[in-house]
């Protein structure tokens, strides 16, 4: 009998103490309560919904609300399928130019083809939040001039899915093939813009981006893809990251078969290829 008491003692005292620490998380923590797999729903009713509401507007180079005559983004959007913390997300690409790396007047250079997911690219970018169906953000980030981003720092993951449609383009020469005599100028290079939902965005399921503003928003990128790193191997140890996909699933944060460093995921450590 006294064993049956102390049993319900113990599970009335393991539940207080269960709630008070989820309480205390959640008065921490708001996003600690958002349901993901809900929101990768609604998420993509929203995506839907707005391409099918807007249109890309070549001499504006801009997403605009449709006017009649106009194909939507929807019309002529790519549907991409990527998963991220076990939770299936579509993403949607609209794609403006491929990029074409051919330098007309140095033309020995091989094409590269396109980056895979964990490629380091060089890019141009701006981006917007998605508030709604109809309406977008005031830009909140953009990089005119090209930067490097690499998989295992990419702040949004969508980008490593997205980027996969495009080209790089080609440094601009002097025609006699000489180094360009003024600022780094690439040209050709890949256009489009992203739709990413918020789950791979800021998704609050990565504690790191709870006070970002942009936490759990759907944002869009106009981007240019100028260059890539092609098999680009983050440890060094011969096997290119994309490769270091045991599940094959697209994502190499969930493949950790090191026994010793159970934490490492294989494509960062070079003990594992
Ligand atoms: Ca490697
Ligand atoms: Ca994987
Ligand atoms: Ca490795």
Request: glycine letters at 6%.
């Amino acid at each position: 009998m006294n064993k049956i008491k102390n049993i319900i003692v113990l599970i009335a005292l393991s539940t207080a103490f269960y709630s008070c620490s989820d309480n205390n998380n959640r008065a921490i923590n708001p996003f600690l309560s958002v349901d993901h797999q809900a929101l990768a729903m609604s998420d993509n009713d929203t995506l839907v919904n707005f391409l099918k509401n807007h249109y890309y507007d070549a001499t504006l180079d801009s997403v605009k609300p449709l006017v009649s005559g106009q194909a939507t983004l929807f019309d002529n959007i790519i549907i991409m399928d990527a998963k991220r913390n076990d939770i299936n997300y579509k993403l949607y690409v609209y794609k403006i130019s491929e990029g074409d790396p051919t330098d007309p007047n140095n033309p020995s250079k091989p094409d590269k083809g396109y980056p895979s997911v964990s490629d380091s690219i060089f890019a141009k970018y701006s981006g917007q939040a998605i508030n709604s169906t109809t309406e977008l953000s005031a830009t909140f980030d953009s990089n005119t001039r090209g930067s490097w981003f690499t998989y295992n720092t990419l702040a949004v993951r969508g980008w490593s899915f997205g980027f996969k449609n495009f080209k790089g383009g080609y440094l601009k020469k002097e025609p006699n093939g000489d180094v360009f005599n003024g600022p780094i100028t690439y040209l050709n290079g890949g256009k489009g813009i992203l739709f990413i939902p918020s789950g791979l965005s800021y998704t609050s399921i990565d504690s790191r981006n709870y006070t970002s503003t942009l936490v759990n928003r759907n944002l869009l990128f106009y981007i240019e893809l100028l260059d890539f790193v092609k098999d680009t191997d983050h440890d060094n140890d011969g096997k290119p990251s994309h490769e270091e996909d045991a599940n094959n699933d697209g994502d190499l944060t969930n493949d950790l078969s090191d026994p010793d460093n159970p934490t490492i995921a294989d494509y960062l450590n070079p003990l594992i290829k």
